[in-house]
Each structure stands twice: as C-alpha cells, then as structure tokens.
C-alpha cells in the first residue's frame, strides 16, 4: 500500500520564526490534505491540496504531484500554532485516507 | 452546516463489556469513514460507507468490531467484548465525494479498564 513519511517528526521554534514541514508519499494520489490536531485531539482541516499551492493567511502549502511530496509552510510561527501536523493521502483507488506519523510543533514565547 | 459530530465524547468501559459509538456526517454527505487514533500515532483507516453499503474494512478491524450506517445517515460503530488494547480515540469523517476534502468529528476517547 501506500506509504507516507513526514519530517522532521519534532521541531521547536521560537515565536515568530518560520518553518518548512515535508510530507512524502510513494504513489499517485486522488486527494491530499494537512490536518493540525488540537490538544484535545480534533483534526483541523488545513488545506486540501493534491496539487498545485495554496495560501492561507500565514500558513501556505505546495504539492508537487509528480515528485510526491508535498511541504507546509508556517511563518510568523505563534505558540497557538503548537500541537501536532498531519500529512494524509487518498490513493487513486479511492476510499481511505493514509495518514503519516505527525510533525509535532512546539513554539516558545 | 454544523459539522461532523460524534457522541459519546469520552467513553469509560470494564473489560469485556461491549461498547457503542454514533457518529452523524455533516448532512448530503456521501461518505463516511471510521478511523482509530493511538498515543503518538497517526489515524489508521478502518471502515467507509458509500451511502450505506460498507465498501472496505481494514484488517485492523476484528469480529469484535462491527459498523453500521443505516439509511445513509449517521453510523453506529460497535466492540464487543472490549481489550485494553482497543483503548484509543475513535475518529469520524465524511466526503461529499470520493476524492474530496475529508472532514473529522472531534472524536470518541475510549479507556477500557
């Protein structure tokens, strides 16, 4: 099946620095999506970006679909923006989300 | 659109015992998944519905385990006969369509004693 590796699995910044979150994936995919998950566990939709760049207020994203990876952009990190990130592709076969082991966030004050 | 919205949000069991989760898709959602959630891992996929029809269930999910979505609608997901080991968050989501964004319910956090 398909795999899907994120790095780095942890990373601590200082409020207001910028990071890169990379995501790799082994096959073609029908759907990609960035999830934050909150200390009480929810999953919160970041972008759904199979391909192509996205742009959200501080957060961006960008999906190189033919080379398999996909990275998150965080600037101006703020320590709201702690917690853990999540990776997850859909493979063309449809159905289930895969999801990869997490980048835990931690950013200082 | 209210969300997807799982109940009970905490669910506290003795071993042995059997154990039921409801989850309700965001309304015209076509699909809904089930998904289970240890420490220090990411969600692994265990069942969806196309509308009503159960079209794949993960290995992961044993004879004790059963998942339901009657009429379409919400979905019951069940264990019977509890482990320690089924001790994890048990997450929901929907799709409008295969492919589409996957939105997630906050969660069922099950501790079997």
């Known amino acids: 099946g398909i795999q899907v590796e994120q790095s780095p699995p942890d990373l601590i910044l200082q409020e207001g620095a910028n990071s890169t979150l990379r995501c790799n994936f082994s096959?073609?995919?029908?759907?990609l999506q960035w999830f934050h998950q909150n200390p009480w566990g929810q999953l919160i939709n970041l972008f759904y970006i199979p391909s192509g760049t996205k742009q959200n207020g501080r957060l961006s994203a960008t999906t190189v679909a033919t080379e398999r990876y996909s990275l998150l952009y965080i600037s101006s990190s703020q320590t709201t923006d702690s917690g853990v990130y999540f990776c997850a592709v859909e493979s063309n076969q449809g159905g289930k989300l895969i999801f990869g082991q997490g980048t835990e966030l931690s950013v200082k004050p | 659109d209210t969300g997807v919205s799982q109940n009970p949000r905490h669910k506290i069991t003795k071993r042995g015992q059997n154990v039921t989760f409801r989850c309700d898709p965001i309304?015209?959602?076509?699909?809904l998944y089930w998904y289970r959630q240890t420490l220090g891992q990411g969600p692994e996929f265990l069942t969806y519905?196309?509308?009503?029809?159960?079209?794949?269930k993960s290995r992961l999910l044993s004879d004790r385990f059963s998942a339901e979505r009657p009429k379409g609608s919400f979905s019951t997901l069940e264990i019977q006969r509890t482990e320690q080991g089924d001790s994890a968050m048990y997450l929901c989501?929907?799709?409008?369509?295969?492919?589409?964004?996957?939105?997630f319910g906050p969660g069922t956090r099950l501790t079997v004693l």
């Open positions: 989501a929907s799709s409008l369509v295969s492919g589409g964004t996957q939105y």
């Open positions: 519905f196309q509308n009503e029809a159960q079209l794949e």
């Open positions: 309304s015209e959602h076509n699909r």
């Open positions: 096959d073609s995919v029908n759907n």
